[in-house]
């Protein structure tokens, strides 16, 4: 398999990301979902909620140095998926 681009493709007025490849022995094109355009995406507001989730489970037990690096790295995989959401084509 050789992969060509991704592709956002507009269906219902929804944007969904595809990756193309090209199959080499059948010859053709092959489209894999990979997920959905996030409009008006608020990352700060993800980044509190997904923290104060984890802060309020009362199940688990994570020390504060802990949640302080948790949410450190929270922050890291947001920040990712927003350069990411920047480099799609609109």
């Known amino acids: 398999m050789i992969k060509l681009v991704q592709v956002v493709k507009e269906i219902k007025g929804h944007d969904y990301i595809y990756e193309v490849t090209w199959n080499r022995e059948k010859k053709k094109q092959v489209w894999n979902y990979r ?4 409009k008006n995406f608020d990352a700060e507001k993800f980044k509190e909620d997904i923290y104060l989730a984890i802060k309020k489970d009362q199940q688990i037990r994570i020390p504060k140095k802990d949640l302080k690096n948790l949410k450190k790295v929270i922050e890291e995989v947001v920040d990712k998926y927003n350069e990411y959401l920047q480099q799609l084509p609109t």
Do not use: L
């Open 35 to 38: 997920g959905k355009v996030t």
